[in-house]
């Protein structure tokens, strides 16, 4: 059974810093891109940031560009999203999820709150 | 950004009635390969994203078969044959033709 189990998520200041954590299993992980998308409290969904399987291209929405870093550890079939400079407007459940076009499987999701 | 517009946003259905959700990009949908890849999800209360629909009208295993996607280029639907209770939530369309990728901004079906 493919499973995704996010982690790390959590209270920060503006301006602070936070790593993410996105555990996979159930399927072969080198063999997919890997995608991060977020949803603010009662909003909608914003994908964030791409990684491919491949060649290690990443892809970032405008709104995080320069601010978030996407990675991945093949040799422990995790995903991650380092968080730099957070704002209040970064608040949100942050889920990944399978491909970067299928979208297949999505985690639990991990709360992030920016507030002061 | 390939803007991606719902309609209605808000869908009270009887139960046991049809509903339909319209999803219409502001771009072509069509990639390269021929394919076009046109996503549709369900949102329950309290829960994660769930695919049902992929590349336009491909339903998910496990989906109802009540559920259907249809379309092209630039215009699609979700349709629900028959509502029932466990359809209640919010229906997202996305497009992963072009970076970045764009969601809808989501309908939201309730039981009248």
């Known amino acids: 059974e493919v499973q995704l189990l996010e982690s790390g998520g959590g209270l920060v200041q503006p301006g602070g810093s936070l790593r993410l954590s996105c555990a996979a299993s159930?399927?072969?992980?080198?063999?997919?891109?890997m995608t991060w998308v977020r949803q603010a409290p009662g909003k909608g969904l914003e994908w964030v940031s791409t990684i491919s399987n491949s060649d290690g291209s990443t892809y970032y929405a405008d709104s995080v560009k320069g601010r978030f870093t996407i990675s991945r550890d093949n040799s422990k079939n995790t995903l991650y999203l380092h968080m730099n400079s957070l704002r209040l407007e970064d608040t949100a459940v942050y889920y990944c999820?399978?491909?970067?076009?299928?979208?297949?499987?999505w985690g639990q999701g991990t709360l992030v709150t920016v507030s002061s | 950004d390939v803007v991606m517009t719902q309609s209605p946003l808000s869908l009270p259905v009887t139960l046991g009635q049809p509903a339909s959700i319209s999803c219409r990009s502001s771009?072509?949908?069509?990639?390269?390969?021929?394919?076009?890849?046109l996503n549709w999800f369900q949102q329950r209360p309290g829960q994660s994203p769930r695919r049902l629909i992929y590349?336009?009208?491909n339903r998910d295993s496990g989906v109802p078969d009540r559920f259907s996607g249809s379309g092209s280029g630039t215009d699609f639907t979700l349709k629900i044959s028959r509502v029932e209770a466990e359809d209640v939530g919010v229906y997202y369309c996305m497009q992963a033709t072009h970076w970045p990728r764009t969601f809808g901004q989501g309908t939201k079906l309730e039981i009248k």
């Open positions: 159930g399927f072969t992980f080198t063999s997919y891109a």
């Open positions: 999820a399978k491909g970067a076009v299928g979208f297949d499987c």
């Open positions: 590349k336009v009208s």
């Open positions: 771009q072509s949908l069509v990639y390269s390969d021929g394919n076009t890849y």
